[in-house]
């Protein structure tokens, strides 16, 4: 289901100009929408939600040209959101002059029409929204997002990841500079990454960082201690690629609330063949990480 509500101050001015003797000859301003009511976003709440127990919050960002509704179904979150019992709100991006919906993420990705929406204050709001209307656990608020999605995760958890426990992206990069990722709280990070990805390169471009470089970036920014080094055992993600292609890594010597880690999706491409379990093995690790 969507949301459409009515903001705080729009029903105090509706109720006040109702009133007898309180209209007025010229036209009364009308309050700008809120966010979440100007861009509604869809939300899974699962069944058995009860608001006397704090749920999970899952934050689901599409890819370039694609919809919160079409990211979720090709995740299999929806059901899975049921399953597990987390609350997922998938919202949409803008559409920018050539007709696809996006995210206004990095300098990289990909805000091609030179946009100056604030998807950090939206998806802020959006998590507000939720958080307004159901009982949400704020130690395990997480963001997941593909390609562009994912460079939008990256840019989440630099500018607001004292709210988020997790951010996981799959075929997205941070900033190529480090310094305009302010990363006000360590938070936990996960790269997907198929290392045969024709359209977000693995080993990055003048654009972006590698997958790699990508997540160097967040160990230093957490302050990891250790190396990248494989966390066996590996997993099957890509059901049209033979046995278990991919490969985890974990830095070593991070923080609580700040692991760092790599799933190589070996011969993986831009749009892997996603089994039945990646959406669980994808829960399995953000349960696996909440805020400490």
């Known amino acids: 289901m969507t949301h459409m509500r009515r903001s705080s101050a729009a029903l105090a001015l509706l109720a006040l100009l109702s ?26 709440v699962p069944a058995g939600y009860s608001a006397s127990t704090p ?31 987390y609350i997922l709100a998938y919202p949409d991006g803008t559409i920018d002059p050539g007709g696809n919906r996006f995210w206004n993420a990095t300098d990289a990705c990909c805000n091609f029409g030179g946009s100056t929406v604030d998807d950090v204050a939206y998806l802020g709001a959006v998590i507000d929204d939720v958080e307004a209307h159901y009982t949400v656990d704020p130690k395990r608020v997480y963001v997941v997002g593909h390609s562009n999605g994912g460079f939008m995760a990256h840019r989440l958890a630099c500018d607001i990841g004292q709210r988020l426990a997790a951010a996981v992206s799959l075929a997205g990069a941070t900033w190529s500079d480090p310094g305009r990722c302010p990363a006000p709280a360590p938070v936990n990070v996960l790269q997907i990454h198929g ?3 024709q359209t977000i390169f693995y080993d990055g471009s003048s654009a972006y960082p590698s997958a790699e470089r990508t997540l160097a970036i967040w160990a230093q920014k957490n302050h990891c201690a250790g190396a990248l080094e494989p966390t066996p055992p590996n997993l099957d993600l890509d059901v049209m690629i033979a046995g278990d292609e991919t490969i985890a890594e974990t830095y070593g010597g991070c923080p609580p609330g700040g692991s760092v880690s790599l799933w190589r999706i070996v011969g993986g491409g831009h749009v892997p063949s996603l089994g039945a379990s990646f959406a669980d093995d994808v829960w399995a690790y953000l349960s696996a990480h909440p805020k400490p």
């Not at 007898?20 to 939300?43: F, I, T």
């Not at 899952?58 to 597990?84: E, N």
């Open 19 to 44: 009133l007898p003797g309180c209209g007025s000859d010229s036209p009364q301003p009308k309050p700008s929408p809120s966010l979440v009511e100007a861009r509604p976003y869809g939300l899974k």
């Open 55 to 85: 749920a999970p919050l899952v934050l689901l960002l599409h890819g370039y040209s694609s919809t919160g509704l079409g990211q979720a179904q090709y995740f299999g979150m929806l059901p899975d959101a049921d399953q597990h019992g």
């Open 195 to 197: 290392d045969q990805d």
